[in-house]
């Protein structure tokens, strides 16, 4: 198989599978040092991490997610994001509530106990509709809310709005 350059972790051969996002880093330097400008300047954007059970909501969510510029990287469930979110930050989360191993609630709540200088944007992205879910995802630490099935404009429409501040 060919060897592809992930922004997110180096060389890989299985495009479906995102790394870490700690490459993000390596190739920010690279592209510093002008070794690896291609790579790089796709690194350099800011990355969202999507966190579901559903590999095909993962998937509509990255397409989004890069559309608006960002580099997605994924999470099948709250115990995997927690462990990359430890190794490197990302700047958005997009964030399931029910999945195995952890579930999004814990996740949230473990994610904002993490010391870091810039906390990433979470939003929820769930079928939880009743108004006692938006106000436990609220208060374990979220920033928003969307509602499953949502629509490509309305993911759009809360990233957008939440990089503008």
């Not at 796709?42 to 397409?63: H, P």
């Not at 990433?120 to 509602?147: E, L, R």
């Amino acid at each position: 198989m060919k060897e592809l350059v992930d922004p997110l972790g180096g060389a890989r051969e299985d495009k479906e599978n995102p790394n870490d996002i700690d490459a993000v880093v390596r190739a920010a330097k690279a592209m510093r040092d002008g070794s690896a400008p291609q790579q790089a300047q796709r690194a350099a954007q800011k990355v969202c991490l999507i966190v579901d059970d559903s590999r095909v909501i993962r998937k509509v969510s990255s397409k989004i997610a890069k559309s608006l510029g960002y580099v997605p990287v994924e999470a099948q469930d709250g115990l995997e994001a927690l462990a990359r979110c430890k190794k490197s930050m990302p700047h958005v989360v997009l964030t399931d509530w029910d999945m195995p191993e952890m579930d999004g609630l814990e996740f949230v709540k473990n994610l904002r106990a993490i010391p870091t200088p810039k906390a990433p944007v979470v939003i929820f992205c769930t079928s939880k509709n009743k108004a006692a879910d938006v106000h436990a995802g609220i208060k374990a630490g979220a920033d928003d809310y969307i509602v499953k099935p949502f629509d490509e404009a309305g993911l759009k429409a809360k990233l957008e709005k939440l990089e503008r501040g």
